[in-house]
């Protein structure tokens, strides 16, 4: 390695470092906790031509991906010779962002002395920009809350202080908004200074040189990743829980030696609901899928994206057309991973994780409208929570875990002083990891309140009610999830519906599938699963073929009748 290329190498992880700060900043002045405390959020730097050349570890795909497109978008219509030294520009139209009009995305220019040198942009979760909010129930994007075109929010660094008042005019979290966006301000802030101090520190005067190595060689490497998977054309269909009607995916996966090519043809068509994916969240979450398999080694930037293609014909419920409502477009998007791994599992068979339970089960609530009038304090949150991961095909799958989102469970002690809700469970779920060698992850129970006794709005949009998480070569599903009252009814996973005054909620979220034949898995493994109040005794016996003692040790000779039976029959 030469002494320039080993320059550039340090100066690509420092790019890493302050893209990290970035995120870090913005996590620490977040006023939502869905920000604050779960880190739905992206930030990235970029060259003058919108090419994402790093990009924060901490956020989630459908943030960082969608942003890697979308600054090309924003420089298309403020052009950057247009640009000037404390200009920050926003939008958060979903097919130009990030699916959805909640998430508002931020782009800025780097100035060194009087020159553009770089773009940075950044991306969070707003919980409430108006209209009917966090739900599935709008008819279309109108209906789903205030949409921002690509506009100037500060102007020379002057903040346009008008268009701050709309949105919080228009929002039931008007002050969690107005500093989210302050924090969004300061997380480009931070980011151009600190490029800034690393040019000048390295006495560059351009980014070009570096931008070219980091792009060039990223893309070679997940050539040469692509390469070493089998070529040809692999198809994956998935059944999903649907809102007016049952839904179903499909992809056909070509790789090739430029890289791999994902058509979506065949998938349901548009929902009239607010689940639809719009392409560019889609694609975010699809090519994270794959290069969870292919390269995962290489770093996030426009080289390593490129050799990645998607495609979904127009009106899909995967590729829907503006005004379609999308506010809840993550319910699909997130389990495209999944769709992607059925794909991959048939080029690199024993190789890729079982399904998960994948869309986040975040908990949309606000106070209804009647508890108002009964001077009941007036909310709007949304608590976010997980389910289990598939398994993988050496290791258990991860309890509890936010995957794909990488958007961290909500605490409860946060969500309790912030909200008037009081939480009574939390807690893995027994028996929902799916057996297997690997057992699945399993879920989680939550059960709460309205703790001022009052009736409250869930806006609910889950999925894997329905559909369980699939096993793989032989190992069984995950168990469906489930929203209840502690009285006993059950509810639906789709759309508003009330929870009535002095209720509790409950939600058992689903658990990811298991891999490989469940009669293979190490005796001594389900006993500790048991010990551990995993797994029920029953389901030991049944899924397994593992009996305990009463002492709770492993019974070798009823073990051993269990499976002689399995293996008879």
Known sequence: MTRASIDLQI???????????QAQVLMRTAFSPIVRESGDLSAGVFDLQGRMLAQAVTGTPGHINTMASACVSMIQVFPVETMAPGDVYATNDPWLASGHI???LLVAPVFLGKRPVALVSCTSHLYDLGGRGMGPDGNDVFEEGIR??????????RINQLLIDIIKANSRTAISNEGDLHALIACCHVGAQRLVEMMDEFGLETLDVLADYILSTSRAGVLKAIGEVPAGSYDNRMALDGYDFEIEIKARMTIGAQGIDVDLAGSSPCSR???????????????FGIRCIVGPEIPNNAGSLEPFRLTAPEGSILNPQDPAPVAMRHVIGQILPDLMFGCLHQALPGQVPAE????????????????????????AT???????????????????TAYPSGVW????????STEPLRFWRRELRPDSGGPGKARGGLGQVLELENREGAPMLLMAAVQR????????????????GVISLASGARMRGMGVQEIPSGERLVFETPGGGGFGDPFARDPDLVVTDVRRGLVSRAAAAEDYGVALDEDMTLDSAETSSLRAQRTSS
């Open 11 to 21: 100066m690509w992880n420092r790019l890493l470092a302050i893209v990290e700060e």
């Open 102 to 104: 909640n998430d508002v």
């Open 148 to 157: 921002l075109p690509p506009c100037r929010l500060v102007e020379g660094g």
């Open 273 to 287: 609901y607010g689940i639809n994916v719009p392409l560019n969240y889609a694609s975010a979450y699809a090519v």
């Open 356 to 379: 998960g339970a994948s869309c986040m089960w975040d908990i949309p609530l606000r106070s209804a409208p009647a508890a108002l009038l009964g001077n009941a304090t007036a909310f």
């Open 382 to 400: 949304e608590p976010t929570h997980n389910g289990g991961t598939g398994a993988r095909p050496n290791k258990d799958g991860l309890s509890a």
């Open 409 to 416: 469970g909500s605490q409860v002690e946060i969500t309790e």
């Open 465 to 480: 009610m329905e559909e369980a998480a699939r096993g793989r070569d032989g190992g069984g599903p995950g168990g469906r």
